[in-house]
């Protein structure tokens, strides 16, 4: 494949104004392999993304986008970030910042290669079309080693015979346990006599028969995010155990049994168990505390909650001085985002447009969201889905504040504002200003801060 027509599959635009955009024709939505809207143009007047945003406001036209296109399109639609202000501009798509790699288009085009060749097979192959959230599999509280298992098999980059056959080499393809089948992902873990065998022994029959049927790693993977978190686990201990024993059999070794195998996933759940106990123990009392600005500064805790099944959420702030004084906070609801960073972005700006009001000048932001610090401090994230949501915070830092440090926290110095952004999302308006003296229900952790009382 060519190198432009690579590019071209792998271009969305990002919308600012939404005036260099074609509703019908360009990629814009951050949302499957060809990024265009899934409902029929059909006798629609509508021509370009501008025409979709209301001018009075500058955010998206609710009513119309609803009118105009099926609920699949239109509930993406409005979870994208706009900003009048900027131009629309190209992105990678298949980059979380936007910025293209050789790397992510090596891995589009053996992608495209293999699906035109009719070679993607495996269950566990990878989907373009799907929208996974990687940093899932990050936030696991498993050993490393298990996530990057997870991380791979999302990718179908395990080293099964059937994908080292499709990179070049000639082997043999059958399964080294059974020898009956061709060894692809979906045939290892969930096909195969004797992995059948596990998952009966384990009590697991039906978790195994629905992720059977998922066609691709990341769906697979994705099922099992959605399970129980102790089931979870499990199912995840056992794949990582099946395929240390596959490795071990394949290099000439003696199959582990069933009993062995199982016996070794119920001691790795049980030493994470006692680790994530620990941890728990040890963040009840945490060393790091919220620390006064100095005294020319104001210092501004932001912090937002999302919930991911109704792409709903709230937003909290808190300002306190040298003395560690409570001089304002507020919270919000937030009624629609994309995700849990877009949510604390717009936590950000919406804190710093009331603290502006305040008149401060001199302030400190802190988050402790490290992501959300980097992207409004740099312009790393300046391409990526909520880009221009980025800039307009930088923007709006640089114009209203002589100085405006950003600091990234820890969770444990952000208390306040977490009950807060918690709080807010329980407003049925869209938020609330509390003065002088804070709310009851976040009373005893401002005092818990306040500097006489730090160890």
Known sequence: MKGVQLLKKGIIWRIGSGTDTYIWKDPWIPRGYTRRPITP????????????????TGTW???????????????????????EDFKDMPAWHFDSKGIFSVKSAYKLAVQIRDQELGQDASPSSVCPDAIFKWQKIWQLKLPHKINMFIWRMAHNSLPVKRNIVRRGIKIDTLCPECKRFDEDCGHLFFKCKKAKECWQAMNLEHVRAELELCSSGEETIMKILNLQQSVQNRVFIWLWRWWSARNKANAGEKMATIAEINSSVSFHLME??????????????????WKPPPSEFYKINVDASFYENSNQGG???????????????????????????????????????????????????????????????SNDFDRSI??????????????????????????????VADSLAGFG??????????????????????????????V
């Not at 007047?45 to 501008?50: A, D, E, F, T």
């Not at 009513?63 to 639609?77: C, G, Q, S, Y």
């Not at 999302?425 to 005893?444: A, K, Q, R």
């Open 315 to 377: 937003w909290g702030f808190v300002v306190r001085d040298c003395d560690g004084t409570f001089l304002e906070g507020g919270a919000g609801r937030i009624f629609r985002a994309a995700s849990a960073l877009q949510a604390e972005a717009l936590g950000i700006l919406k804190s710093l447009v009331r603290v502006a009001d305040l008149g401060m000048t001199r302030i400190i932001l802190e988050t402790d969201s490290t992501i959300a610090g980097k992207a409004i401090t």
């Open 41 to 56: 143009k059909g006798s629609s007047l509508l021509i370009r993304v501008s025409e979709l945003i209301d001018p009075a």
């Open 386 to 415: 909520n880009g221009f949501l980025f800039m307009q915070i930088r923007e709006f830092m640089a114009s209203n504040f002589v100085h405006c440090i950003v600091n990234v926290c820890p969770r444990s110095c952000n208390a």
């Open 272 to 289: 994470i168990e006692k680790l994530v106990t620990t941890c728990m123990n040890n963040s009840k009392n945490p060393s790091v505390k």
């Open 61 to 83: 036209d609710e009513l119309l986008i609803r009118d105009t296109f099926w609920p699949e399109d239109a509930e993406v639609i409005l979870t994208i970030p706009t900003n």
């Open 425 to 454: 999302c329980t407003l049925e308006g869209d938020s609330c200003i509390y003065m002088s003296h804070p709310p009851d229900f976040v009373s005893v952790l401002v005092s818990g801060e306040q500097p006489e009382t730090r």
